[in-house]
């Protein structure tokens, strides 16, 4: 069982960064793949970012590529999301989630666990 709790949003002007962390809860955090989504109002949960648990391969939609960097610290059982050069179109609601699975880490369906997000407001 993984529990998974965001932080780190909030209002930002065009340009601007913000940095979420999602804290994990469990033993096993260590062999989860972890990925980061997001939902805008009126929209379907759109892939963003994901990193294998071990190998620290990554995977970024291309609509962040060059924008967003994904890391995890497996001691401190917490994966952050770095957002640089924010957009208006960045404003989504951001879910954290975990997967055993890396077959393909961009589908939501591949992850069991994801924490109760939070809001990214991007200003123009």
């Known amino acids: 069982q993984v529990q998974l709790v965001e932080s780190g949003g909030g209002l930002v002007q065009t340009g601007e960064s913000l940095r979420l962390s999602c804290a994990a809860s469990?033993?096993?955090?260590?062999?989860?793949?972890m990925g980061w989504f997001r939902q805008a109002p009126g929209k379907e949960r759109e892939f963003v970012a994901a990193?294998?648990?071990?190998?620290?391969?990554?995977n970024y939609a291309d609509s962040v590529k060059g924008r967003f960097t994904i890391s995890r610290d497996n001691a401190k059982n917490t994966v952050n999301l770095q957002m640089n050069s924010l957009k208006p179109e960045d404003t989504a609601v951001y879910y954290c989630?975990?997967?055993?699975?890396?077959?393909?880490?961009?589908?939501?369906?591949?992850?069991?666990?994801w924490g109760q997000g939070t809001q990214v407001t991007v200003s123009a």
């Open positions: 989630a975990a997967t055993r699975v890396w077959t393909i880490p961009t589908m939501k369906t591949t992850y069991e666990y």
């Open positions: 990193i294998h648990w071990s190998r620290g391969d990554t």
């Open positions: 469990g033993r096993t955090f260590g062999s989860y793949n």
